[in-house]
C-alpha cells in the first residue's frame, strides 16, 4: 500500500482546510485509514481515523467537533476537513493506514503499518 498526500498549507485561525489521502494497492474490509500530526518538539499523535467497512471514525479529542475524516471507497480516498483552525493545529499531517487495527489501538500510531509523507499545516493569528 502506498499512500499520497496532499493539501495543507498556510491558514488563519479559524479557518479551514482540507487534506487528503490517495491510497494505492488492496484494500479490504478490515482496512483503516486515518491522520496523525506531528508539532516541532512533539511526539505524532492521533488525530482521527475511519473504518473502512461501515465507516465508523474515531476522533481525539482535541479535533472533535471541528475536523471530519470522510472517505470514497471507489477512489480509495480518504479526506479530512479540519474546520475552526486553531494555532495549535499547526504541525506536520501525516496519513497511515492498517489492517485489522482493534478500537482500542485506533489512536496508536504504532498500529499502522503504512504511512504517507508529511504535509506542513500551518496556522497562523
Known amino acids: 500500500v502506498q499512500l499520497q498526500a496532499s493539501g495543507g498549507g498556510l491558514v488563519q485561525a479559524g479557518g479551514s482546510l482540507r487534506l487528503s489521502c490517495a491510497a494505492s494497492?488492496?484494500?479490504?474490509?478490515?482496512?483503516?485509514m486515518g491522520w496523525f500530526r506531528q508539532a516541532p518538539g512533539k511526539e505524532r499523535e492521533f488525530v482521527a481515523t475511519i473504518k473502512w467497512s461501515g465507516g465508523s471514525t474515531y476522533y481525539a479529542d482535541s479535533v472533535k467537533g471541528r475536523f471530519t475524516i470522510s472517505k470514497d471507497n471507489a477512489k480509495n480516498t480518504v479526506t479530512l476537513q479540519m474546520n475552526d483552525l486553531k494555532l495549535e493545529d499547526t504541525a506536520v499531517y501525516f496519513c497511515?493506514?492498517?489492517?485489522?487495527?482493534?478500537?482500542?489501538?485506533?489512536?496508536?500510531?504504532?498500529?499502522?503499518?503504512?504511512w504517507g509523507q508529511g504535509t506542513q499545516v500551518t496556522v497562523s493569528s
Open positions: 497511515a493506514a492498517g489492517y485489522g487495527i482493534i478500537m482500542t489501538m485506533m489512536g496508536q500510531n504504532r498500529a499502522y503499518g503504512y
Open positions: 494497492g488492496r484494500t479490504s474490509s478490515s482496512y483503516v
